[in-house]
């Protein structure tokens, strides 16, 4: 080649790779993997990493356990309390089937049932509690979806008959009470006297055990016939509430129209969400607060990238000058970093969303292992009123969190790739 072919050949702009190319791939695995004398990088790398990894496992993790909380307790609490709660007013509910039949054929009422309610004291030898006492027919108690799947002792048959009460087993745990033995209701409004209301005290032998799974109903609850809880409470064809429960419990506004429309008659109507309102309300801002809180770890992994890569550009800016004298253009050595630090972000994160799903589907047998191991009880029921640790994955949750994380991760890239892509190579060799 003569010198005026070469100068021609010097004179023409190198040729840019093709961007994401092979050659770009390989030297940011390089970088990736620091010599032992560039230890600190790697090191910032491995902290990095293992902080997207615990963050987005604590993310999985928290948001199904709260997800699971929320779930479990809404169809705990709404399942044996109901969706619906219709009361006469002006006048006693003395037409309560008219108005149940009615109420239950509207579209998207699953069950309608007339309760007789009122509170009591259960005594027995070994004990006393206070109760929550419904009286219910036999046919409605069975399709309750509280009650009549998680009967554990006795049975339901007859119940109508009056041959006994449902207890819970809390209940039942706490009064030392097994089927067939007895036991006593106390109501403060029994028969009036010429000494003024005597208390309402009559002994029930126990026809049946049943466990919810959530503490304070399996400790409270007791169920009679509907006729012997109308004459229990001097309510003689009467009903206290007509409970109401719906196929979609989430939009219960248009249901209340189609309801009202069924009653034909005055009444109060009260639906779970103004029951329980403060409650599911507390449960969803903790789910967001401990989201932003988990987030942190993220963020804070994501500045370590970011640290780690400025530190990975000064350390190789010789390398990099190498590389622009050799043709390498400011894209391809942004697109270089961008690799490594996005490698640590996309790694991580898919490290922590397997841990976390792990974790997520089997934290109750987690928690089993860890109260053996301490001999700690790490979820007492009586405080959180479910007997087991709850979780419940839910894709929309995963997604949020593995985007987020990517983001931030990919990110944390853009600024240390910019300051790479605009190193001068003179500056770089001139103390070389």
Not at 69 to 84: A, Q, V
Not at 114 to 131: I, K, M, N, Y
Not at 291 to 320: E, H, P, R, Y
């Amino acid at each position: 080649m003569t010198a005026a072919a070469r100068d021609a050949a010097a004179a023409q702009p190198p040729v840019a790779t093709r961007p994401f190319s092979a050659f770009e791939w390989m030297v940011a695995f390089r970088y990736l993997r620091a010599r032992r004398a560039h230890g600190s990088i790697s090191v910032i790398a491995g902290f990095s990493f293992l902080g997207i990894v615990l963050g987005v496992a604590a993310l999985i993790v928290v948001m199904a356990v709260m997800n699971g909380f929320r779930y479990d307790l809404m169809e705990k609490m709404i399942g044996l309390n109901g969706h619906m709660f219709l009361q006469g007013v002006d006048t006693p509910l003395t037409d309560y089937d008219a108005v149940t039949n009615r109420v239950a054929m509207v579209p998207g009422v699953r069950l309608a049932l007339p309760l007789v309610e009122g509170q009591a004291f259960a005594s027995t030898p070994f004990g006393s509690s206070g109760v929550l006492t419904r009286g219910v027919r036999e046919a409605d108690l069975r399709r309750l979806p509280g009650v009549g799947a998680h009967v554990t002792q006795g049975s339901l048959d007859g119940f109508d008959a009056g041959k006994g009460v449902a207890i819970g087993a809390k209940l039942a745990e706490r009064l030392s009470l097994r089927v067939g033995d007895k036991i006593t209701l106390i109501a403060p409004h029994g028969a009036e006297t010429p000494f003024g209301v005597a208390p309402r005290m009559k002994a029930y032998p126990v026809a049946a055990i049943f466990q919810i799974g959530m503490a304070t109903f399996d400790g409270t609850f007791v169920f009679m016939p509907l006729a012997e809880a109308q004459a229990y409470f001097n309510l003689d064809g009467q009903a206290n509430v007509i409970e109401v429960y719906v196929d979609d419990p989430d939009h219960m506004d248009a249901m209340r129209e189609r309801i009202a429309a069924a009653e034909q008659r005055p009444m109060i109507d009260t639906d779970w969400r103004q029951l329980n309102k403060s409650f599911f309300d507390v449960l969803t801002v903790e789910a967001n607060v401990m989201f932003a809180i988990l987030t942190l770890i993220v963020l804070v992994a994501a500045l370590n990238i970011v640290s780690g890569l400025i530190m990975l550009v000064q350390d190789k800016a010789s390398a990099i000058a190498v590389l622009r004298t050799m043709g390498a253009t400011r894209g391809a050595i942004q697109r270089i970093f961008l690799i490594t630090g996005a490698t640590i972000g996309v790694l991580g994160t898919a490290c922590g969303l397997a841990l976390g799903l792990v974790v997520a589907h089997n934290v109750e047998e987690i928690r089993k292992a860890l109260s053996w191991l301490t001999g700690v009880n790490l979820f007492p029921s009586e405080f959180y009123f479910l007997s087991q640790l709850p979780s419940r994955v839910e894709t929309h949750d995963v997604v949020a969190v593995v985007v987020m994380t990517l983001v931030l991760s990919l990110s944390a890239t853009i600024y240390p790739s910019w300051r790479a892509a605009r190193l001068d190579p003179v500056e770089a060799l001139r103390y070389e």
